[in-house]
């Protein structure tokens, strides 16, 4: 759960920014609209409570997230690849 002012994200939405910082799985296309810092997108893709909290999710990733993992499509999928070597690394 991650508070900011009145507005939380909760449930499955935050274990899927969780997902996506542990592990570089790419979430749904709302949060991907969100890392990837594209904002008029992630307002098209949001439903009514996730629309409500955009704020809370831009906060979310630029105060608590690491620095290398959202701001572009092309850092997201960076992202992803590295977290996904370190997974592959780390079974052998």
């Known amino acids: 759960m991650y508070r900011f002012r009145d507005m939380v994200i909760e449930g499955k939405m935050f274990e899927a920014m969780e997902r996506y910082i542990k592990h ?37 990733f630029y105060n608590k997230a690491p620095d290398d993992c959202h701001g572009s499509k092309e850092i997201m999928i960076a992202y992803s690849a590295k977290k996904q070597k370190e997974r592959e690394e780390s079974e052998k």
């Open 24 to 60: 570089g799985i790419i979430p749904g296309d709302f949060l991907q609209a969100v890392i990837a810092n594209d904002l008029f997108l992630a307002v098209g893709r949001a439903d009514k409570e996730n629309e409500r909290l955009i704020p809370a999710y831009v906060v979310y």
